[in-house]
């Protein structure tokens, strides 16, 4: 009675929620087909909330014995599909195969599966609800979906018809759909199958781990020990090729197998759900007030977030226009695919590789080091010293970042097919890397032949620097770098690991960085006509200046995508729309320092420390910073008006 029960609950939940028209439509494309096939598949979707007010029992067997509940809803679906004549092919109930599509899960601690809790309910057989990352995955194979055996004597009853049907069940591997020791239960003669009603279907594996797994390479430690175990999650059907590398989703399915500790748990997919990243809906109170403040100046709220980042990783006021240069690259990281363009790739030339080495602590959780282009969507990947790999892998790279995608090729006779596949995933990170100039092997090697303001990156082949959009000279000897107090930084931190050594720690705190460029990264931002002209007008000047009759222009046709970004970064960090014309000096201003660094200096003459020319001790220092900015504009207008188009020294073709 209890079964008949929840068929009928069964039959009128599908009624009251579109289900039973759909699976009606679903009939009706098998029905015109005229094709027989060993197993029908359906998918029907359940709301766990609905269901359970509709019928407590039946919402109980869905969530906690789902392969039961699928039978119920197969007797209900047979039936339906007789009364109605709906597929005239079909002739067992066997051949329904039901599957359960839940809307959601219960908020409820028991229905979480933890991935860094130990021990985990393996064998319950019944949903569950997790989250991770995905950070591999397989082509997409074929699996069977049904089969139909017959009976191998042929004078047995059931040497025809469609007594004996295997279907897929969550976790089954291929053999237990689908072998040859299967026997016949009227005569014992062994089964053969009908291979031509074979029903296939697509298959795709997964691996995922949890997002707090790559906390552990952002410095994030509270001396406690930890441990994670990867999942791997099997996608059937609908739901191939539906997960990216990178991205985080939200998984319901139903844990199979553990053959041992060292090996992942395996997780028979139901629904996925991406998580969207979680946008800010505006910065801190201190930020805010902050800008409030000094909204009459468009460079003042950068320059004192430069000042403060990282103020426990370095002192305030050392590694300026580096970490103004960290946070513009941050801001226009993106994980959208539209944005590919827009990621600003920084290498720096540096003889203090230790501390450089740090810096991608200093970035809380939008900083990934996580050792993959692909595992850091949305935000950086660092790759450490460019001199200490080969040459193969920098040719890797310089490919890689100049398509910002990465292609993997996969052998078709290695892998038992018979031709070649080839993967190409999309790059979503900015590139953090730096050069080490300091070791002697490598100051033998160094050209003394440059030109002024020039330096030797000939350790680095010319076009893989060509395809960072910043280089930036920091060590001890440039205006960046302090020495003495970053000494006692690290002689305090030593002593006091934990301790907040600077009232700026205090009043902008790790997590009010992070929320401040994770509101700003999703600023859409336009140009005003005076910026574009501006931008426009310096890129075309600039590349007049550094173009000879021998080698042709030395600016690459990506220089006007790098000032765009950066112009648009500083906007971002501003907390702006709009991106002006303040913000097209600073972004030549850097893109400026760093063509010297490559090509040594020309007319327009920038100096090193042309972005922070004085020390930010106070809003006196701030003033005189603003006032040699806009010195500098003017510079640059003389400079356009002079050297771009419309004037005599710019050539009719160019």
């Known amino acids: 009675m209890s079964n008949l029960k929840m068929k009928e609950a069964a039959l009128v939940y599908l009624d009251r929620s579109g289900g039973l028209q759909k699976f009606i439509n679903d009939c009706k494309y098998y029905n015109d087909s005229k094709q027989s096939y060993a197993v029908y598949r359906f998918n029907i979707l359940i709301n766990p909330s609905d269901i359970v007010e509709l019928d407590a029992e039946l919402g109980n067997h869905i969530l906690h014995h789902p392969v039961k509940a699928a039978e119920v809803f197969q007797s209900v679906c047979f039936i339906a599909v007789k ?59 074929k699996y069977t979906q049904g089969a139909r055996f017959l009976c191998s004597d042929d004078a047995c009853p059931l040497s025809e018809g469609f007594q004996y049907i295997r279907v897929h069940a969550p976790g089954a591997t291929e053999s237990a ?16 199958e009908d291979r031509k009603f074979r029903v296939l279907g697509d298959k795709q594996i997964v691996e995922i781990i949890t997002a707090k797994a790559l906390h552990a390479f952002q410095g994030h430690s509270n001396n406690q020990p930890f441990r994670f175990q990867s999942f791997t999650i099997f996608l059937r059907d609908e739901l191939v090729n539906k997960m990216s590398i990178g991205n985080e989703y939200k998984i319901i399915g139903i844990p199979t197998c553990v053959k041992s500790l060292q090996t992942s748990v395996c997780i028979e997919a139901n629904s996925i759900t991406f998580c969207n990243p979680k946008v800010p809906s505006g910065i801190s109170d201190n930020f805010r007030c902050l800008l409030s403040l000094i909204s009459s100046s468009c460079w003042k709220f950068t320059a004192i977030l430069a000042n403060v980042f990282a103020s426990h990783i370095v002192p305030p006021g050392t590694y300026n226009f580096l970490k103004l240069c960290l946070l513009m690259s941050l801001v226009q990281t993106s994980d959208s695919n539209k944005e590919l363009e827009d990621c600003l790739d920084i290498l720096i030339i540096t003889s203090d590789t230790l ?34 790999y080969k040459k193969d892998k920098l040719e890797q790279l310089q490919s890689v970042m100049e398509s910002r995608s990465i292609t993997v090729y996969i052998p078709g006779k290695k892998f038992g097919d018979d031709s070649n596949q080839q993967t190409t995933f ?130 690459s046709a990506s220089a006007l995508k790098y000032l765009i970004s950066l ?88």
């Open 177 to 192: 759909t689908v072998r040859n020791d299967f026997l016949c239960n009227l005569c014992s003669s062994s089964l053969q």
């Open 355 to 388: 501390l450089v080495d740090r810096n991608n602590y200093g970035t809380g959780a939008v900083s990934i080091q996580a050792g993959s282009a692909l595992l850091a969507k949305g935000g950086i990947c660092f790759i450490g010293d460019l001199s200490s």
């Open 567 to 654: 112009s648009e970064a500083h906007a971002r960090l501003n907390i702006r729309n709009k991106v002006l014309k303040e913000d097209v000096l600073i972004a030549v201003l850097l893109f400026e320092t760093s063509l010297t660094l490559k090509y040594g200096a020309t007319a327009f003459c920038v100096a090193p420390n042309a972005v922070f020319p004085f020390e930010l001790y106070n809003e006196e220092y701030l003033e005189q910073r603003d006032i040699y900015l806009t010195q500098c504009q003017q510079q640059l207008l003389q400079f356009i008006a002079t050297y771009g188009p419309g004037t005599a020294v710019f050539a009719s073709d160019e």
């Open 426 to 555: 999309p790059i979503q990170c900015s590139f953090w890397s730096f050069v080490d100039m300091d070791s002697s092997s490598r100051k033998n090697m160094q050209k003394t032949n440059t030109l002024i303001g020039q330096m030797d990156c000939s350790l680095i082949p010319a076009n893989l620097v060509e395809v960072f959009g910043l280089l930036i000279n920091c060590n001890e000897s440039s205006p960046c770098h302090q020495f003495l107090p970053t000494v006692h930084h690290t002689l305090k931190k030593a002593i006091d690991p934990e301790g907040l050594l600077y009232l700026a720690s205090k009043q902008f705190t790790t997590e009010d960085f992070e929320k401040l460029l994770a509101f700003a990264k999703n600023l859409n931002v336009e140009f005003s006509l005076e910026a574009e002209r501006m931008v426009h007008g310096y890129y075309l000047a600039s590349r007049r200046i550094r173009t000879d009759s021998i080698c042709g222009s030395k600016l």
């Open 83 to 141: 009364t109605l004549s709906l597929i005239g092919q079909l002739q067992t109930e066997t051949q329904i195969n039901i599957v359960l599509k839940l809307t959601h899960l219960p908020a409820l601690p028991s229905y979480s599966l933890n991935f860094c809790e130990f021990p985990l309910d393996y064998t319950s057989q019944r949903f569950y609800m997790m989250q991770g990352i995905v950070i591999a995955m397989t082509t997409v194979t």
